[in-house]
Protein backbone atom coordinates (compact mmCIF):
# COMPACT_ATOMS: atom_id res chain seq x y z
CA UNK A 1 0.00 0.00 0.00
CA UNK A 2 1.62 3.56 -1.02
CA UNK A 3 2.07 5.92 1.82
CA UNK A 4 0.31 9.22 1.23
CA UNK A 5 2.89 12.00 1.18
CA UNK A 6 1.71 14.10 3.98
CA UNK A 7 3.13 10.88 6.17
CA UNK A 8 6.18 11.19 4.20
CA UNK A 9 6.63 14.76 5.34
CA UNK A 10 5.87 13.62 8.85
CA UNK A 11 8.85 11.24 8.55
CA UNK A 12 10.88 13.55 6.56
CA UNK A 13 10.81 16.39 9.58
CA UNK A 14 11.30 13.77 11.99
CA UNK A 15 14.34 12.09 11.17
CA UNK A 16 16.06 14.60 8.12
CA UNK A 17 17.94 17.52 9.35
CA UNK A 18 17.93 19.30 6.01
CA UNK A 19 14.31 18.65 5.21
CA UNK A 20 13.88 19.81 8.95
CA UNK A 21 16.16 23.38 8.04
CA UNK A 22 14.23 24.04 4.57
CA UNK A 23 10.96 23.82 6.27
CA UNK A 24 12.06 26.19 9.50
CA UNK A 25 13.60 28.30 6.56
CA UNK A 26 9.99 28.48 4.81
CA UNK A 27 8.19 29.38 8.15
CA UNK A 28 10.80 31.87 8.62
CA UNK A 29 9.98 33.66 5.47
CA UNK A 30 6.44 33.13 5.92
CA UNK A 31 6.87 34.92 9.46
CA UNK A 32 8.60 37.90 7.49
CA UNK A 33 5.87 37.95 4.57
CA UNK A 34 2.39 38.10 7.09
CA UNK A 35 4.81 41.08 8.64
CA UNK A 36 4.97 42.96 5.81
CA UNK A 37 1.43 42.33 4.62
CA UNK A 38 0.29 43.61 7.69
CA UNK A 39 1.97 47.09 7.27
CA UNK A 40 -0.45 50.00 5.85
CA UNK A 41 2.38 50.95 3.57
CA UNK A 42 5.67 49.21 1.76
CA UNK A 43 8.56 51.07 0.74
CA UNK A 44 10.13 50.49 -2.14
CA UNK A 45 12.62 48.05 -0.61
CA UNK A 46 9.79 46.50 1.12
CA UNK A 47 8.16 45.64 -2.02
CA UNK A 48 11.49 44.65 -3.39
CA UNK A 49 11.98 42.05 -0.01
CA UNK A 50 8.31 41.07 -0.32
CA UNK A 51 8.76 39.62 -3.87
CA UNK A 52 12.53 38.34 -2.81
CA UNK A 53 10.70 36.20 0.12
CA UNK A 54 7.78 35.11 -2.41
CA UNK A 55 10.39 33.33 -4.68
CA UNK A 56 12.65 32.31 -1.52
CA UNK A 57 9.91 30.18 -0.16
CA UNK A 58 8.66 28.80 -3.29
CA UNK A 59 12.33 27.63 -3.97
CA UNK A 60 12.23 25.83 -0.74
CA UNK A 61 8.94 24.66 -1.22
CA UNK A 62 10.12 23.17 -4.46
CA UNK A 63 12.92 21.79 -2.60
CA UNK A 64 11.36 19.86 0.31
CA UNK A 65 8.36 18.56 -2.63
CA UNK A 66 11.28 17.13 -4.47
CA UNK A 67 12.53 15.09 -1.07
CA UNK A 68 9.30 14.13 -0.54
CA UNK A 69 8.60 12.77 -4.25
CA UNK A 70 12.25 11.04 -3.67
CA UNK A 71 11.06 9.46 -0.47
CA UNK A 72 7.96 8.23 -2.35
CA UNK A 73 9.71 6.39 -5.33
CA UNK A 74 12.00 5.16 -2.53
CA UNK A 75 9.24 3.66 -0.90
CA UNK A 76 7.24 2.64 -3.87
CA UNK A 77 9.95 0.52 -4.91
CA UNK A 78 10.83 -1.55 -1.22
Known amino acids: ?3 ASGDIREQLMAANPEFQHLAAE ?3 YSTELERLTKEPYL ?10 L ?3 KLRLRDEM ?3 VAENE ?4 HR
Open 65 to 67: EKM
Open 1 to 3: MPI
Open 54 to 56: KKL
Open 73 to 76: RIQQ
Open 43 to 52: CSEDLILETK
Open 26 to 28: HSR
